[in-house]
């Protein structure tokens, strides 16, 4: 009976140490298995997922958030440049002779006024200064085709006829010299909505170009 007693409490001790090291294997190949097992042995698939989640934001932020110096650049210069546009096409109501030049500076306004709204709006939202009213050079570089101040007279002083041509060779310059900005927007701009609104200015203008030429009779 003594030995029965024994045997058993043998058996015992055998199973619980052999209990003990069927868990202590199960942990320490989880922890072997899966250096990322987090508190508790439970693997930590946030660690994993973390960097493909904040590449796919940041790629996000890329194309529709993110800017650089170049869409400063076109936002600052587009934004006079435009303006200036705006002044031309609005001599043409008193001034011009032609219903197809009183429509094309109808148009330019347009077109123009709300993008001098949006460029504005996303100067501000940078937190850079927008070019004040009036305060633009008309001579100024990087803003390709401006009309000098001398110009500006001429224009101002012209009727009929001689205004029509006036304003459409004055224009074409004009808007060739906003094309030129808006590609060099997309080639060095990293701002989506910029981007888009760049390829809108070289098709429009570059249309408007070649309607302009033909009024002339150079087409």
């Given at each position: 009976m003594i030995r029965k007693r024994s045997l058993m409490r043998r058996t015992a001790v055998v199973a619980s140490a052999g209990a003990a090291a069927l868990v202590l294997?199960?942990?320490?190949?989880?922890?072997?298995?899966d250096g990322s097992a987090g508190h508790g042995g439970h693997a930590a698939p946030a660690s994993s997922s973390a960097p493909a989640s904040a590449s796919a934001s940041a790629s996000a932020s890329a194309s529709q958030g993110?800017?650089?110096?170049?869409?400063?650049?076109?936002?600052?210069?587009?934004?006079?440049?435009?303006?200036?546009?705006?002044?031309?096409?609005?001599?043409?109501p008193g001034r011009a002779r032609s219903a197809e030049v009183k429509k094309l500076?109808?148009?330019?306004?347009?077109?123009?006024?709300?993008?001098?709204?949006?460029?504005?709006?996303?100067?501000?939202?940078?937190?850079?200064?927008?070019?004040?009213?009036?305060?633009?050079?008309?001579s100024a570089h990087d803003m390709g085709g401006m009309t000098t101040a001398?110009?500006?007279?001429?224009?101002?002083?012209?009727?009929?006829?001689?205004?029509?041509?006036?304003?459409?060779?004055?224009?074409?310059?004009?808007?060739?010299?906003a094309v030129d900005m808006a590609k060099t927007e997309q080639a060095d701009g990293t701002y989506g909505p910029a981007k888009k609104v760049?390829?809108?200015?070289?098709?429009?203008?570059?249309?408007?170009?070649?309607?302009?030429?033909?009024?002339?009779?150079?087409?």
């Amino acid at each position: 009976m003594i030995r029965k007693r024994s045997l058993m409490r043998r058996t015992a001790v055998v199973a619980s140490a052999g209990a003990a090291a069927l868990v202590l294997a199960a942990c320490g190949g989880s922890g072997d298995d899966d250096g990322s097992a987090g508190h508790g042995g439970h693997a930590a698939p946030a660690s994993s997922s973390a960097p493909a989640s904040a590449s796919a934001s940041a790629s996000a932020s890329a194309s529709q958030g993110q800017h650089n110096a170049a869409d400063v650049a076109f936002a600052k210069g587009m934004v006079p440049h435009h303006r200036q546009a705006v002044e031309m096409a609005d001599l043409a109501p008193g001034r011009a002779r032609s219903a197809e030049v009183k429509k094309l500076a109808a148009d330019i306004r347009k077109a123009q006024d709300p993008e001098i709204r949006t460029l504005s709006g996303w100067l501000t939202s940078w937190g850079e200064d927008v070019p004040a009213e009036g305060a633009m050079d008309h001579s100024a570089h990087d803003m390709g085709g401006m009309t000098t101040a001398e110009e500006m007279t001429e224009l101002e002083n012209a009727s009929g006829t001689a205004f029509d041509t006036a304003f459409m060779e004055m224009m074409i310059k004009h808007h060739e010299g906003a094309v030129d900005m808006a590609k060099t927007e997309q080639a060095d701009g990293t701002y989506g909505p910029a981007k888009k609104v760049a390829g809108e200015i070289i098709d429009s203008q570059s249309a408007e170009i070649e309607q302009m030429n033909e009024l002339l009779g150079r087409g």
